[in-house]
């Protein structure tokens, strides 16, 4: 026998008993499933943790910020019970039913809800753990539970006022429990509630709905006389969640909404003429200010409109510019596919690469690399080979795989016909680690000395899915998608009250691109508002000097003029604004109310009715003018300016104020007391509502207060 060497004796020793180790563990993780569960879900709770101790002291936490905003302010009307600002849900209403109930638990302060969603969101960790452990080994399955766990933008996206988070639960729930059900067939029916519920967080989801209804037919370790029974008990439990909400919408639309009436606008986002695959600007309209898109509908077709005609009106320019285009739009729809998959992170609003620095998500234990997606994008790939080569002897792992491969690949093409962005991606990250894992599991099955012939082509594939999803052969413009998170995060702080690091933020933005008029025009915008008039006043001319007909910035230049009590420079940029863009129907508003500063009350009126000549449902426009009549002595007028204001905005806080104080002063108390209630249901800190409903209550007197306007 020929004898080991010392050195060889050292180099192996140690060797045996780590492969050993690692045999007895995955033999207790295939033993103990719920044992290993529940150390995944401690270590994903510990993570969260330390997370969220920095996490509270961010603008992140301080201040939500569009869709956030949003998703809050709704839930914050549930728990007031404020009337409904659209006649479908413009947005899906499960975040706010959801963050609702979180704000009635534990209150709406800075801490507590992020730390609900972050303890929610931990559960993710031990369901893909139950999950994986069908498509991979022990090991390899609690390995990639562990990846998850500590994923920093899955753990970014989770804290935030986002629907996301819940949306990846309920599609990891239902994916586990389709599953888990060849041996119980009433968890089909719980799969498929879980599935509905994901569609009331997203309505593409029910895209997965036919993927999730046939995976009986293969799943060969239940009897197949149950088969069909799983499959309609799926179907109803998805299609029973989601009915209440369509029928709500069509009774209140009398039209077919099915979900929510933002789907029109994300469409024309995807696909329309500016479509470039993320999301982009639609010219003229700020979503800021409009974030329904109702006014700048108005603007096109020149009558009210409800939330649902807006959806339909996006529908029909989306319809009609894919009919005139349809190669471009089939080439984009694919070339949206691969981006899926690609290795760059994508903002929207929330720039995971811009506000993870400075806090633990940049270092150990969080990793934050996307290069796994391409090797996910390889792991369905090796899964069709796989199911390729066995055919007839194919096992219950392969199937497994073959599902997630499947739902991952449906939930991307969904996602596709839209635009692509983190925040869509986030709910299979779950799936992706999986399928990243599969690859991993080839590659190393590939080195074993019989098998390592493979690894050439193993290689070779994996180098093609990493180069079709780069972002460099993808065309992504990286300078852009940087300065807009510049932007965001400068009015994120702004909103903050930050306005020195939000300036910064905007000099790095324009860096990028100095001669971008957004990014000077916003600039300039932000020095007004934090006060800085000269510096404002100079920014603008001299961006007016490089774009002399732009009727945006002769406009935001008015209201700097208005900010510094200038009120004749305001006049005359206004006019200039309207000369240049006649449909401005803010700069009309805006200039009525400097010529009823000046009391010139009939072109005041003149300049509102202008405004609603172009808005007809533009609430502040028929405010003011509701304001200029009562002051003018026409209180039945104004009564019913104040009304119709209220009508196109039900939550419209200063015309319900107006109407309020007009109806206190005419003596019709219980009119006035019902409108004061609604006025401290949309904003329950309203002083002057406050001291008139105190008032009236103890019959102290009426309202002194003022009519108001709003510019």
Not at 38 to 58: C, D, K, P
Not at 242 to 251: E, H, M, T, V
Request: glycine residues 6%.
């Amino acid at each position: 026998m020929p004898r080991m060497d010392a050195n060889s004796a050292r180099s192996t020793a140690p060797a045996a008993p780590l492969a050993s180790l690692v045999a007895r563990f995955e033999t207790w993780l295939d033993a103990h499933p719920a044992g290993a569960a529940l150390l995944l879900f401690a270590f994903a709770v510990l993570v969260r943790a330390i997370y969220l101790g920095s996490f509270r002291h961010t603008v992140l936490a301080r201040v939500p910020f569009m869709d956030e905003a949003f998703y809050r302010a709704e839930a914050l009307n549930l728990l007031r019970g404020a009337p409904p600002m659209s006649d479908a849900f413009f947005m899906t209403p499960l975040y706010p039913w959801f963050l609702s109930l979180v704000f009635r638990a534990v209150g709406d302060g800075p801490m507590a809800p992020y730390a609900v969603q972050l303890a929610l969101g931990a559960f993710a960790t031990p369901l893909t753990w139950l999950l994986g452990r069908h498509a991979l080994r022990p090991m390899t399955a609690f390995v990639a539970a562990l990846a998850l766990a500590s994923f920093a933008p899955l753990v970014f996206f989770e804290a935030l006022y986002l629907v996301e988070g819940l949306v990846l639960l309920a599609l990891l729930a239902a994916l586990w429990l389709a599953v888990a059900a060849s041996r119980r067939t009433a968890l089909a029916l719980v799969s498929g509630v879980c599935l509905g519920i994901a569609v009331l967080g997203r309505g593409s989801n029910l895209a997965l709905l036919p993927v999730l209804a046939i995976w009986p037919l293969f799943d060969r370790d239940a009897p197949q006389r149950s088969a069909f029974r799983r499959l309609l008990l799926c179907m109803l439990g998805c299609l029973a969640t989601i009915a209440p909400l369509a029928a709500r919408n069509l009774s209140l639309a009398r039209r077919p909404v099915l979900l929510t009436a933002n789907m029109g606008f994300n469409l024309y986002i995807g696909n329309g003429p500016q479509a470039n695959g993320i999301f982009v600007r639609v010219p003229g309209l700020d979503l800021q200010q409009d974030p329904l898109t109702l006014r700048y509908v108005q603007r096109q077709v020149h009558h009210p409109v409800t939330a649902s005609e807006a959806s339909a009106y996006w529908l029909g320019r989306t319809r009609a510019f894919v009919r005139a285009n349809p190669g471009r739009t089939a080439r984009l729809f694919l070339w949206k596919v691969l981006l899926f998959w690609n290795r760059l992170s994508i903002p929207q609003v929330e720039g995971f690469e811009a506000m993870a620095p400075g806090t633990p998500l940049a270092h150990a234990p969080f990793w934050r690399s996307f290069a796994f997606l391409p090797l996910a994008l390889t792991g369905t790939l090796l899964t069709v080979v796989s199911l390729l080569r066995r055919r007839t002897t194919v096992g219950r792992c392969d199937r497994v795989r073959a599902l997630i491969a499947t739902w991952t690949w449906v939930y991307a093409t969904s996602i596709a016909l839209f635009f692509v962005t983190d925040r869509y991606r986030v709910p299979v990250f779950p799936c992706l680690v999986l399928l990243a894992a599969v690859a991993l599991e080839w590659v190393i099955a590939r080195c074993k000395p019989r098998r390592r012939r493979y690894l050439p082509g193993l290689a070779a594939g994996l180098g093609a899915a990493f180069f079709v999803t780069s972002p460099q052969l993808l065309g992504v413009d990286l300078t852009r998608m940087r300065r807009d998170l510049y932007v965001h995060s400068a009015l994120r702080n702004a909103e903050a009250g930050l306005f020195d690091t939000a300036l910064r933020e905007y000099a790095a933005a324009r860096a990028l691109d100095p001669e971008d008029s957004e990014v000077r025009d916003g600039e300039a915008r932000l020095l007004s508002r934090a006060g800085r008039d000269s510096l404002a006043l100079v920014a603008f001319r001299s961006l007016l000097h490089d774009h002399p007909d732009d009727a945006r910035v002769w406009y935001n230049l008015g209201n700097a003029f208005r900010r510094a009590q200038r009120d004749s420079a305001a006049l005359a940029a206004y006019q200039r604004a309207l000369a240049l863009e006649p449909e401005r129907e803010a700069a009309w508003n805006q200039l009525g109310e400097v010529y009823r500063t000046f009391g010139d009350t009939a072109r005041a009126a003149d300049c509102y009715r202008s405004a609603l000549a172009v808005v007809p449902a533009y609430e502040q426009a028929l405010n003011n003018l509701a304001a200029l009549r009562a002051f003018q002595g026409y209180a039945a007028t104004a009564e019913a300016g104040f009304r119709a204001a209220i009508a196109a905005n039900p939550r419209y806080v200063p015309a319900l104020v107006n109407l309020g104080i007009l109806l206190t002063d005419s003596g019709r108390t219980a009119e006035a007391m019902a409108i004061w209630r609604r006025v401290l249901v949309a904003d329950p800190g309203q002083q002057v509502a406050q001291r008139a409903l105190r008032e009236l209550e103890t019959g102290s007197g009426s309202s002194d207060s003022p009519l108001g306007e709003v510019p």
